[in-house]
C-alpha cells in the first residue's frame, strides 16, 4: 500500500469518525481540505457509513419515543438533510432497486414533499427514506417501546393515530383540528347566510377592504385518556375570523389532494392553542386542517418581529410623525439619533423607552429651567410619534392584513405559512416536516400489519 493509499484511507476513516460523533461542521471542513490531499472524494469509500447515519437517525427517534423531547423530530430532518447533501447513502441500484424507486416517484406529494424539505434528490436517498427507514422505526418502536406504554400494540397504534395529531415543536404548538370537508361545511353554510352582525368591518384599510366572517364550529374528536388504555370523545369548539374571499378564490386548490401547497384558512380567535385561545389554521394536501401557534412567549417575539424598523426606515417615519405634531428642532433630533443608533439595528417597541431618553439628553441641554413646559411638551409629542410607530400589532391585525394582501394579488394563500417563523423555523416548515413524517408513520404501520 502506497503512501498515498494509507493517507486516504485515514482521511476516509477521519470522516467516518466526525460522522458517528455527529460533528457536522468539522465534516464540512474537513471534507473541504480534501484538495490538499490531491484525490478526487467518493463519500462510498466512508467505513460503515450505512450504519453510522443509521445509528444517528435511530438515536434521534429514541430521544422522542423515551423523553417526548420533539425537538429531536427536527434533529431528524437535519440529519437526513446532511446526509442528501453530502451524498452519503448513494449506492449501486440494480434492476430491482430501480424499478421499486419508479414505483415509489408515482406518488407525486411524496417526492414534491422529498424535494422541498431535502433539495435534490437521487434514486439511492429514495430507495433509503422508503426502502430502509420504516423498517429501521419499526424495529426500533418494536424493540424498545416507551415504558409508559402498556404494550407495542398500544404504543404504535398511538404512533400512527395520536402524536401528530397534537404536540409542540420549535416552540410552536400543532394541532390536528378537523378533516377539510367539516371545515367547509361550516364556513358555506355560515357564508350563506351572512346579514349585519356576521361582518366584521376593518378600519384600519381602505374602502376597498374585504369583510370578514365569524363562526363557530363543533368538532369532534377522539384522545386517549391518562393510561393510554382506551378513547375517549370530546366536544371541541373553535371560533374562526375567515376571509371569504381568500377561501372562495382558492377553493379548488384547497380541496385538490394532487397539489403540494397548504393553504391559510382562518385564525382562531376562542378556543385555540395559542395565547388567549388563538391560533392559525392551514390547510394540508391529505385534507386536514391544521391549528398552529406558540406560547405566549413565543407568540410576542413573533408580534416584535413582524414590527420592527432597520435604523433609516424607522428615521423616515419617526420625522413624518414629528413634522405632524409641529415638534420644534425636528432636523436636530433626527440627526442625532442617526448618530447614537446603530445603522444596523432593528428598532421595535422595546426599544421605546431606550429612544425617548436619548431624545431627552439630548434635548434638555436646549432649554433652561423657565421653559420646562416647552421641555415637557416636546418630549410628549415625541413619545406618542414613537407610540405610533412601534405599537404593538395585535395577532388579530396581521392576520387581517395579510388577507388584504390576497385579496389585492399581492400575496398568495399559500405563502401565509413561511411568513410567521420563529426561531428560524416557520409554520411552513412545521407542516411540511409533518407531512414527510405522516408518510413514515404509514409506512412504519405497513410494516406493523404484515408482521401481525
Known amino acids: 500500500m502506497t503512501s498515498n493509499q494509507i493517507t486516504e484511507r485515514k482521511f476516509y476513516q477521519n470522516l467516518a469518525r466526525l460522522l458517528e460523533t455527529r460533528n457536522f461542521k468539522s465534516f464540512k471542513d474537513y471534507l473541504a481540505k480534501s484538495i490538499e490531499f490531491n484525490f478526487h472524494i467518493n463519500p462510498q469509500y466512508i467505513p460503515k457509513r450505512f450504519e453510522i447515519m443509521s445509528d444517528l437517525l435511530r438515536n434521534a427517534i429514541k430521544n422522542v419515543s423515551e423523553l417526548y423531547q420533539t425537538s429531536s423530530l427536527g434533529e431528524f430532518i437535519e440529519i437526513l438533510r446532511f446526509g442528501n447533501e453530502y451524498n452519503l447513502f448513494e449506492r449501486k441500484l440494480d434492476l430491482n432497486d430501480l424499478e421499486f424507486v419508479s414505483e415509489v416517484k408515482k406518488n407525486k406529494l411524496l417526492i414534491s414533499n422529498l424535494e422541498d424539505l431535502f433539495g435534490k434528490i437521487t ?27 402498556q404494550d407495542t400494540d398500544t404504543f404504535i397504534y398511538y404512533v400512527k393515530n395520536v402524536f401528530f395529531n397534537q404536540y409542540t415543536i420549535y416552540g410552536l404548538s400543532v394541532k390536528l383540528v378537523s378533516t377539510l370537508d367539516q371545515f367547509l361545511k361550516e364556513f358555506k353554510k355560515n357564508y350563506s347566510k351572512i346579514d349585519q352582525k356576521h361582518l366584521i368591518d376593518d378600519k384600519n384599510v381602505n374602502e376597498n377592504s374585504k369583510k370578514f366572517i365569524e363562526f363557530d364550529v363543533n368538532y369532534r374528536y377522539f ?9 375517549r370523545k370530546y366536544l371541541m369548539v373553535k371560533k374562526h375570523l375567515v376571509s371569504p374571499n381568500n377561501i372562495l378564490k382558492n377553493i379548488e386548490k384547497i380541496n385538490s389532494q394532487n397539489i403540494y401547497n397548504f393553504y391559510s384558512l382562518s385564525m382562531v380567535l376562542l378556543g385555540g392553542i395559542g395565547p388567549q385561545g388563538h391560533g392559525f389554521t392551514y390547510s394540508t394536501p391529505k385534507g386536514e386542517v391544521i391549528e398552529i401557534c406558540s406560547d405566549i412567549k413565543e407568540n410576542e417575539a413573533i408580534i416584535i418581529k413582524y414590527k420592527q424598523f432597520l435604523r433609516d426606515q424607522f428615521l423616515r417615519e419617526l420625522e413624518k410623525e414629528l413634522i405632524r405634531f409641529n415638534v420644534e428642532k425636528i432636523k436636530n433630533v433626527i440627526s442625532y439619533l442617526k448618530i447614537v443608533l446603530d445603522k444596523k439595528e432593528l428598532i421595535n417597541y422595546n426599544k421605546k423607552d431606550q429612544i425617548l431618553s436619548q431624545i431627552r439628553n439630548f434635548l434638555y441641554e436646549d432649554f433652561q429651567n423657565n421653559l420646562i413646559d416647552d421641555f415637557q411638551n416636546i418630549l410628549k409629542k415625541c413619545s406618542k410619534a414613537l407610540s405610533i410607530i412601534l405599537r404593538p400589532i395585535k395577532m388579530i391585525d396581521q392576520f387581517k ?7 389585492k394579488d399581492k400575496l398568495k394563500s399559500e405563502d401565509i405559512a413561511k411568513l410567521t417563523s420563529l426561531k428560524n423555523k416557520s409554520h411552513y416548515d412545521v407542516l411540511r416536516e409533518r407531512f414527510f413524517f405522516q408518510f413514515l408513520i404509514d409506512w412504519l404501520y405497513e410494516i406493523y400489519i404484515e408482521k401481525k
Not at 123 to 149: C, H, K, M, V, W
Not at 223 to 231: G, L
Open 123 to 149: 434514486n439511492s436517498f429514495i430507495l433509503y427514506i422508503r426502502g430502509e427507514l420504516p423498517q429501521l422505526l419499526y424495529e426500533l418502536l418494536t424493540e424498545d417501546p416507551a415504558t409508559y406504554f
Open 401 to 407: 392584513a395579510r388577507m388584504e394582501l390576497i385579496a
Open 223 to 231: 384522545n386517549f385518556n391518562d393510561t393510554f388504555e382506551e378513547e
